[in-house]
Each structure stands twice: as structure tokens, then as C-alpha cells.
Nanobody
Framework: QVQLVESGGGLVQAGGSLRLSCAAS????????MGWLRQAPGKEREFVAA????????LYKDSVKGRFTVSRDNAKNTVYLQMNSLKPEDTAVYYC??????????????????WGQGTQVTVSS
């Protein structure tokens, strides 16, 4: 199985940018569709973005379209989430996740089989 470690979170002012990284080990990420999900305090975990095995296709939560970009470097076994024009409502713990067997919807957290420990993103107003 694959192990995932996120990095790059932090505190940023509204309108700022952060780039999250997810480094994988144990197995090549080229075997997985990779996702980014987030969980704010008191809220359920929610989908943010996903990228298919080859990187040709990406999906986004409506509220982050045009601001966030997911990418992957299979040679480096790493997935990225570039976040621009950040808003206070983007504050959450961000998780990287790997989907081994597609079972219906990349938009559902239940789709993903392996998870990182998360990285905190805080956007101040």
C-alpha cells in the first residue's frame, strides 16, 4: 500500500497563495487517482480536487475552480495543490488521498483508500 505525507500548509492572509505537496512512498502513485480533501472545524470532510492517473483530467469543487490547481509528478511520486486567491472559508486541514479502486464518485471521501495525516491551512481575513 501507499503512504502519503502532506506538507506546505500554514497561515496566509486572504488573497494569498500556498502550494501543498503530497509525497508518496511504498508504491508508485501512477497506480492511483489522487485527491485532495479538506475538513474545517465542526464540518464534514469534503472533496476539493482530484487528478487522474495520467494527470490529463482533473476535477474540482465548484468553489475552488479557477483558484486551485491540482497536478502530479509521477516521476517524483508527488502530488501538488496550488492554491491562489485564498479566502477565509478555505481554512481547514487538507488531506491528500489515493483511490485504488474506483467505486462511484471521486467527489465522495468514501472513494479514497489511503490518506495522509493532513496539513493545516489557515487563511486570515
Amino acid at each position: 500500500q501507499v503512504q502519503l505525507v502532506e506538507s506546505g500548509g500554514g497561515l496566509v492572509q486572504a488573497g494569498g497563495s500556498l502550494r501543498l505537496s503530497c509525497a508518496a512512498s511504498g508504491r508508485a502513485i501512477s497506480s492511483y487517482t489522487m485527491g485532495w480533501l479538506r475538513q474545517a472545524p465542526g464540518k464534514e470532510r469534503e472533496f476539493v480536487a482530484a487528478i487522474t492517473l495520467s494527470g490529463r483530467n482533473a476535477l474540482y469543487k465548484d468553489s475552488v475552480k479557477g483558484r486551485f490547481t491540482v497536478s502530479r509528478d509521477n516521476a517524483k511520486n508527488t502530488v501538488y495543490l496550488q492554491m491562489n486567491s485564498l479566502k477565509p472559508e478555505d481554512t481547514a486541514v487538507y488531506y491528500c488521498a489515493a483511490d485504488e479502486h474506483y467505486s462511484g464518485s471521486y467527489f465522495s471521501p468514501k472513494e479514497y483508500d489511503y490518506w495522509g495525516q493532513g496539513t493545516q491551512v489557515t487563511v486570515s481575513s
